[in-house]
């Protein structure tokens, strides 16, 4: 058995003796992981690190063994990000999102290909880059079956004013129709209807919003939190707006 293909590196743990275990993210084989003997070594460690874009090799005698992976470097995702702690805390996030919630060797493109655009838009800024990652986090929860519906109001079914959504049905809600629950309610950061420019106060909303039902509906069935990668991103965003 055996594949080539683009791939991201999500994720990677020691193994023997400068050897890593390899988690990838590919196109047709969804999450994927391999072993990488000398991964670890001086002259392969800047290429198997999380975030970077990479040709793969994977190679096994069985479909259903571990097998073998070899890569080339594309895109140094990591390395760029190093000097910027948000666009190093946003590439962390979304590689151990992506690790941990997405089901092993099933396909799910349009999360590797929202994924490729985002480390490409964060090699051109996080102010690009940042609503790119919540919506694909959005995009990611209706792949997986949990999508959310900004299409209109869930009360009154207007799609004008929406402001908000609900923590328990996923739908939009106007702020008109708000009323005495606002403070009960997700705000909906207009970004994510695509409207207007955004900021930091707008990433964080996005991301409480995505993270409370990835919390929810991804995790919670794991009966486990969101990766620790993911909450740390918000700490980032938080220490930037007590500046």
Avoid at 113 to 125: D, P
Wanted: glycine residues 10%; charged residues 20%; hydrophobic residues 50%.
């Amino acid at each position: 058995m055996e594949w080539t293909a683009p791939a991201i590196i999500l994720d990677i743990r020691p193994h023997g003796e400068g050897g890593v275990i390899a988690t990838l993210l590919t196109e047709e084989h969804g999450r994927h992981a391999g072993l990488a003997k000398g991964g670890a070594s001086r002259g392969q460690a800047a290429l198997w690190q999380p975030g970077n874009l990479v040709e793969a090799r994977w190679v096994a005698r069985l479909p259903e063994q571990l097998g073998a992976l070899s890569a080339e470097l594309v895109h140094p995702a990591a390395a760029l990000a190093m000097e910027d702690p948000l666009a190093l805390a946003a590439l962390r996030s979304a590689c151990a999102v992506a690790e941990t919630a997405l089901p092993e060797r099933e396909a799910h493109p349009r999360i590797f290909h929202g994924l490729v655009a985002f480390i490409a838009a964060l090699a051109r800024g996080t102010e690009l880059a940042l609503p790119d990652l919540v919506r694909w986090e959005a995009d990611l929860l209706a792949d997986l079956g949990y999508g959310l519906d900004f299409s209109a109001c869930a009360v009154t079914g207007s799609r004008d004013d929406l402001a908000f959504v609900s923590p328990r049905s996923a739908r939009a809600v106007s702020a008109s129709a708000a009323g005495e629950w606002r403070d009960r309610l997700l705000p909906l950061p207009a970004f994510l209807l695509g409207q207007g420019p955004s900021g930091p106060l707008d990433w964080a909303a996005g991301l409480r919003l995505t993270g409370h039902f990835l919390a929810r509906d991804v995790y919670g069935v794991q009966h486990r939190g969101l990766p620790a990668a993911r909450l740390m991103l918000a700490d980032v965003l938080a220490g930037m707006q007590t500046r």
